[in-house]
């Protein structure tokens, strides 16, 4: 983590494994076991499926990215209920949402950055969470995603505070080391307990 004398204006979030459970990993995994296919391997093809195909940063549709899918695993269910089984496992952590009506609360202003698709609109309207932020950062109307570093240095720019006063929280550690070398503060954490603390605990310094 780096350290900073400047007090944290903004925080945030990642969306998938800190503001809601991980559902494309849990999904994923659903599906493998319908099909008998190995939960790891077509966790790890869909990740880099997803990117590749352009489907995160909204150069592909949902579409593009199943039939990619189906180049190499077979599955017994259309699209839609592939996408189904995967959005029914993004389920809110209620005590994060508690969390950000609190930093709000106290004049912090709060977003999400994600790398989500437009799954994440949908998600949204099932759910009613973007009225809960100031801002909402998805790679998909971005055109791009957290492996390009620039994305934190815009959206902290948008956000109108400098890099050390923002915090991002993410599970991924990868994301989290891009954020660090553009000069925000960032936390790893994939727990609604450890994002808690270890905000809590970089707020008091």
């Known amino acids: 983590m780096k350290n900073s004398t400047r007090a944290i204006r903004a925080v945030l979030f990642d969306f998938g494994g800190v503001l809601a459970e991980e559902g494309f990993r849990a999904g994923l995994h659903a599906i493998a076991r319908l099909n008998g296919l190995d939960p790891e391997a077509l966790h790890r093809h869909g990740i880099d499926t997803v990117y590749a195909s352009g489907y995160v940063t909204g150069k592909a549709r949902e579409a593009d990215f199943w039939r990619l899918m189906r180049n190499r695993f077979h599955f017994g269910e259309d699209d839609a209920a592939l996408t189904e089984i ?29 790398d989500q698709t437009d799954w994440l609109d949908r998600l949204d ?25 620039n994305i ?45 603390a270890g905000l809590q605990a970089m707020l008091a310094g």
């Open 125 to 149: 309207r099932r759910d009613d969470f973007y009225r809960e932020f100031d801002r909402v950062y998805c790679s998909y109307r971005l055109g791009k995603s957290k492996r390009d570093a």
């Open 86 to 114: 995967i959005l029914a496992r993004f389920t809110l952590r209620p005590e994060m949402i508690e969390l950000v009506r609190d930093l709000r609360s106290r004049g912090l202003a709060c977003a999400i950055l994600s």
């Open 152 to 196: 934190f240095s815009e959206v902290v720019a948008d956000l109108g505070v400098m890099p050390d006063e923002a915090l991002f929280l993410d599970d991924d550690p990868g994301n989290v080391e891009r954020a660090l070398s553009r000069g925000l503060k960032a936390l790893c954490c994939d727990s609604a307990a450890g994002c808690r």
